[in-house]
Nanobody, 125 residues
């Protein structure tokens, strides 16, 4: 069974940092583009970032550009999201996902093959 398991969320003050991880198993992680998607309280899903299979190409939503960094370790089947200069509006459940081949900036399950259970990030003073 394919599993994507996120970790690293928590409570942080504005301006702080967190590093999210997503451990993947039972699929060919190193051949897939991977994504981070988030859902703020009372709002819809928002695509955050993509990284290609080799890690050489990344894209970001304008809302996080310059503050978040996506990366991956294919030897460890793990995806990361380094989040710096966090703002209260970054408060959300963060999901890692494997988009269907050919999809970019995929924000929902309809365009994803696999989806994690999410990790809560709360930014508050």
């Amino acid at each position: 069974e394919v599993q994507l398991v996120e970790s690293g969320g928590g409570l942080v003050q504005p301006g702080g940092s967190l590093r999210l991880s997503c451990a993947a198993s039972e699929f060919t992680f190193n051949s897939r583009t991977m994504s981070w998607v988030r859902q703020a309280p009372g709002k819809g899903l928002e695509w955050v970032s993509d990284i290609n299979s080799g890690g050489s190409s990344t894209t970001y939503a304008d809302s996080v550009k310059g503050r978040f960094t996506i990366s991956r370790d294919n030897a460890r089947n793990t995806l990361y999201l380094q989040m710096n200069s966090l703002k209260p509006e970054d408060t959300a459940v963060y999901y890692c996902a494997a988009p269907k081949p050919g999809y970019v900036r995929c924000w929902g399950r309809w365009c994803s093959d696999y989806w994690g259970q999410g990790t809560q990030v709360t930014v508050t003073s």
